[in-house]
């Protein structure tokens, strides 16, 4: 009795040991799987998707802008009609750059998801075609990258951007990068726009272009700045990433680890084709909503 008791024992306790390396191996392999689908996601959000997203989203703001410039209602200032801030993301204007086959809805706000739709109004500048320094930022690669040549301005190349006053027209004045003397003072009454974007290898960004661009046309009425310059938050300035915790991030990353574990699982319980039928697409889409948050975390002018 004394003797048989331990070996009793003994197959229990291989048979828990077993059930653990088995649940080890599934996280293992969850992980693993986890990680492809993130990497297969990234890559092809930032070749792929990206550009069809941000394609999408210019075609719903052209019509947006469209329609309030027909009705007269397009903002005009750092406010709307009833006074409050514009929100982010909304449309403010129109750039055409003939030079470049550029035409683009311009969104108010600079940070990595307004950019994501298309360039961007920096909020604490004039709009353009008023008097002022105008700022407009813009993506050179990813989702589109709308701003991505704007190298190839010369001096004395000429375009035009309509907002909610009318159509203001500019000629380049100077291409600059890291080190190159800023423009002397506007005069007084004296307009000019600078189109900001990244330079540097594609999704590499390693510093800042500018293009300047004088006004050609009258100025437009200039509104009082509601917001002070210097005061946005550094989300918002050149190659500037989101501040914050990125909770959807989180969220997304915890569902597709949950997913790849629950596949691994029903492999060995369903067996190969059922687990691709059900949960191939199911990571698909957890993958590309993580690399979408992913993407989003990047360098705003990326």
């Avoid at 997203?53 to 007269?72: I, T």
């Avoid at 035409?103 to 961007?120: A, F």
């Avoid at 700045?225 to 989180?250: K, N």
Wanted: proline letters at 8%.
């Amino acid at each position: 009795m004394t003797v048989a008791a331990p070996a009793a024992l003994a197959p229990a306790t291989s048979g828990a040991g077993v059930r653990g390396l088995t649940a080890v191996r599934h996280l293992a392999r969850g992980a693993l799987l986890s990680l492809a689908a993130l990497l297969l996601g990234s890559t092809a959000q930032l070749l792929v998707l990206s550009g069809v997203q941000q394609h999408n989203s210019q075609h719903a703001a052209f019509d947006e802008l469209r329609a309030q410039l027909a009705l007269g209602t397009a903002p005009v200032a750092q406010t709307d009609q009833q006074g409050r801030l514009l929100a982010p993301g909304t449309p403010v204007a129109l750039v055409d750059i003939p030079e470049l086959g550029l035409t683009q809805v311009v969104l108010e706000g600079t940070d990595s998801s307004v950019l994501t739709d298309g360039p961007g109004h920096r909020r604490d500048t004039p709009m353009p075609g008023q008097s002022g320094t105008s700022v407009l930022m813009g993506r050179a690669a990813a989702y589109g990258g709308p701003f991505g040549h704007l190298a190839e301005l010369a001096a004395g190349d000429t375009f035009t951007v309509t907002t909610g006053q009318g159509k203001a027209r500019y000629r380049v004045t100077d291409v600059r990068r890291a080190g190159d003397p800023a423009p002397a003072p506007l005069a007084s009454g004296k307009g000019r726009l600078v189109l900001v974007t990244a330079t540097g290898p594609r999704f590499m960004p390693s510093g800042v272009l500018r293009v300047d661009a004088g006004l050609l046309s009258a100025p437009f009425q200039t509104p009082a700045a509601v917001i002070r310059s210097g005061t946005l938050p550094d989300s918002e300035e050149p190659l500037a990433r989101p501040s914050g915790v990125p909770w959807p991030l989180v969220m997304w990353l915890q569902a597709l680890l949950l997913a790849a574990v629950a596949a691994v699982w029903t492999w060995h319980r369903w067996g190969r084709h059922q687990t691709w039928l059900v949960f191939a697409p199911v990571l698909a889409v957890l993958g590309l909503q993580v690399a979408t948050r992913t993407t989003e975390l990047l360098p705003n002018l990326l």
